[in-house]
Every structure is written in C-alpha cells, then in structure tokens.
Nanobody, 123 residues
Framework: QVQLVESGGGLVQAGGSLRLSCRTS????????MGWFRQAPGKEREFVAV????????YYADSVKGRFTISRDNAKNTVYLQMNSLKPEDTAVYYC????????????????WGQGTQVTVSS
C-alpha cells in the first residue's frame, strides 16, 4: 500500500507562485511514476504533470507547460510541483498520484491518490 500526503496549497494572487509537495510512504518510492491531476468545481479531473521513476521523463498538460515544473527527490520520498505565473483558471483541488510503471496521462492508470490540496488563484 502507498500513502500520499499533499501539502503547499493555498490562496495566491494571479501571477504568483506556489509549490506543492507530496510525501509518500509504504512502498519503494523510486519504483513509481508520480504525477499531479486537478479538479475544478463543476469540471472533470484533468491531467497536470507526471514524472518517471528516475526523474528523467516529464510530461505536462499544454495549459501548464512553461509555467509548472514537476520534480522528485527519491531520497525524501517526495514529489514537487512548482507552479509559477498562476492564473485564476488554475484554481482547483490538486491531487498527487502514483503508479508502478511508466508515466502516463490517463487518470485511470493510477492506483494511488492523495486526499487533495486546494489551490485558489485570485484575479
């Protein structure tokens, strides 16, 4: 079993930055691809970013490319999402996810989900 605990969400003005963290426990973190999804009120859950077990492969949604950066520290069992130039449309609950295997953008491929952390961007 893998437990995921997110932190770092909050309220920020448009143009500002936040860094989300997701600490994992329970299994060998370095064997898992890790990612972030988000869900805004009234909208479907959508892919944000994903990173492979070695940190060498990263993929981003077009809507966040160039503004968000995903990274991981396998020694700390933690994955990060650095979010810069935030926009009001980035407002959502952000979920950390994990799967054993290659990174993918499909939500149903992920076996483990965190409880979510709220990010609110004011205009």
């Amino acid at each position: 079993q893998v437990q995921l605990v997110e932190s770092g969400g909050g309220l920020v003005q448009a143009g500002g930055s936040l860094r989300l963290s997701c600490r994992t426990s329970g299994r060998t973190f370095s064997n898992y691809a890790m990612g972030w999804f988000r869900q805004a009120p009234g909208k479907e859950r959508e892919f944000v970013a994903v990173i492979g077990w070695s940190g060498g492969n990263t993929y981003y949604a077009d809507s966040v490319k160039g503004r968000f950066t995903i990274s991981r520290d396998n020694a700390k069992n933690t994955v990060y999402l650095q979010m810069n130039s935030l926009k009001p449309e980035d407002t959502a609950v952000y979920y950390c996810v994990a799967r054993r295997g290659i990174p993918t953008m499909g939500p149903y491929a992920y076996d483990y989900w965190g409880q979510g952390t709220q990010v609110t961007v004011s205009s």
